[in-house]
């Protein structure tokens, strides 16, 4: 029986854990022969570009543990599974940048690590903004750091190591403002 290319026949999880599981499939490759993919098996993450009425913008300067680094960062965050990606959006924009949006403009979504997971990211352009307090988890150092948004783009693009998620956030925020589209 002649099986569809690329079509799983076995999963088994090797690694899980709160945020993600590590996984082995077997599958069909184009040539009808058996294969091996290991992957990160993500449920999403979400994003938000704050801007406030004055054209201003929020920028947070993360810590991250991994890297060792400080990084300019839109907000963002990962999901759970089953979880609404708007929801977890603007739960992030609450938390890290202490800030409620009235005004919530879907600007699309991109695979952040194509060949090693299938985690989906959705950004969102978030508007009528009220500041509140940061909400950080224990294993999160974040500042809120309000600019012009020329001054953003610069600083996002100029670091000498940048966050690529924030970056795939303004390529489709470009995208957005391209197709006719007012800040």
Same mark, same amino acid.
Not at 57 to 60: A, D, E, K, R, S
Not at 98 to 111: D, K, S, V
Not at 162 to 180: E, P
């Given at each position: 029986m002649d099986r569809a290319p690329f079509s799983r026949l076995q999963r088994e999880v090797l690694v899980q854990n709160p945020w993600h599981r590590y996984c082995r499939d077997r599958y069909v490759q184009s040539d009808g022969s058996e294969g091996v993919y290991y992957y990160v098996d993500m449920p999403g993450s979400c994003g938000a570009i704050p801007v406030f009425a004055d054209g201003s913008?929020? !920028? &947070?300067r993360v810590h991250r543990y991994l890297l060792g680094a400080d990084f300019w960062e839109f907000p963002i965050g990962g999901m759970q599974a089953g979880e609404d990606p708007l929801?977890?959006?603007k739960k992030e924009l609450h938390e890290e940048a +202490?800030? *409620?949006?009235? /005004? %919530?403009?879907? &600007? +699309? @979504? *991109?695979?952040?690590y194509k060949g090693v997971s299938n985690e989906i990211c959705h950004y969102w352009l978030a508007r009528g903004l009220r500041e509140d307090a940061q909400d950080l988890e224990p294993s999160e150092r974040i500042t809120v750091h309000r600019m012009p948004f020329?001054?953003? @783009?610069?600083?996002?693009? #100029?670091? /000498?190591?940048? #966050? +690529?998620?924030? !970056?795939? +956030? &303004?390529?489709? &925020? #470009?995208? %957005?403002?391209?197709?006719?589209?007012?800040?």
């Open positions: 913008t929020v !920028l &947070l929801a977890v959006a +202490g800030l *409620f949006a009235e /005004e %919530w403009t879907p &600007l +699309g @979504r *991109f695979a952040p020329a001054e953003a @783009r610069r600083v996002l693009i #100029d670091q /000498e190591c940048s #966050d +690529g998620q924030s !970056l795939a +956030g &303004l390529v489709l &925020l #470009d995208r %957005w403002l391209a197709a006719g589209n007012q800040l």
